[in-house]
């Protein structure tokens, strides 16, 4: 589905018709709707897919044996990566926060978030380590700096040299930790 995500950062969730998504994939648009109730249907399911590709790159190194704070910056490094080296994913995944499809998912998304994130967040709050804010708070304090730097180097150009990335990086923890 990766050239269908394209499609849809360089055009916009509501610039896309099922029938360039239909041409994009190569099949006929009945096909498309055989498979799709509608447009929603496929930008949820394109979610979900990219999502679970996140998460799967964003544990590639995380061991639980770890302490809390070098899990974090292995979280933070490997979601920054992520989106480096995804980066229509990474528009994909902005237009999404920013539209109401992701308000249909926010009421079940603990539930479906990875247990390694739970006992990450879990062990931080026990150990007093991480502040007692809500998970959601926590990781929007970890990731929208993540999203800040991703988009100046994007939209101007702006190289994230390693300095840059390790600031910011220990800025995220400063916030996070107690």
């Known amino acids: 589905m990766t050239p269908l995500v ?3 950062a360089d055009h916009r969730f509501h610039g896309t ?5 239909a041409r994009q994939a190569e099949v006929p648009v009945g096909t498309m709707y ?3 109730p509608g447009k929603e249907a496929l930008i949820h399911d394109l979610y979900r897919e990219i999502k679970q590709q996140m998460i799967a790159d964003m544990l590639v190194g995380f ?3 770890q302490p809390v ?3 974090f910056f292995t979280l933070w490094a490997n979601l920054f990566n992520y989106y480096l080296a995804n980066p229509r994913n990474f528009i994909f995944m902005e237009q999404y926060a920013s539209s109401p499809f992701l308000r249909e998912l926010k009421t079940t998304m603990w ?3 990875p247990q390694a994130f739970k006992d990450f967040f879990e062990e931080g709050y026990r150990e007093q380590i991480l502040k007692p ?3 959601d708070i926590l990781y929007a304090l970890m990731t929208g700096p993540i999203i800040a730097l991703i988009n100046a ?3 101007a150009g702006r190289p994230v040299t390693p300095g840059i990335r390790h600031d910011v990086m220990m800025a995220c923890w400063d916030a996070l930790k107690l």
């Not at 018709?17 to 998504?21: E, I, N, V």
């Open 6 to 8: 394209g499609l849809i």
């Open 111 to 113: 539930e479906t978030t």
């Open 69 to 71: 704070r070098e899990r």
């Open 34 to 36: 055989r498979y799709f």
């Open 63 to 65: 061991d639980t044996a």
């Open 133 to 135: 804010l809500p998970p």
């Open 153 to 155: 180097h994007r939209e």
């Open 17 to 21: 018709g099922m029938a360039a998504l």
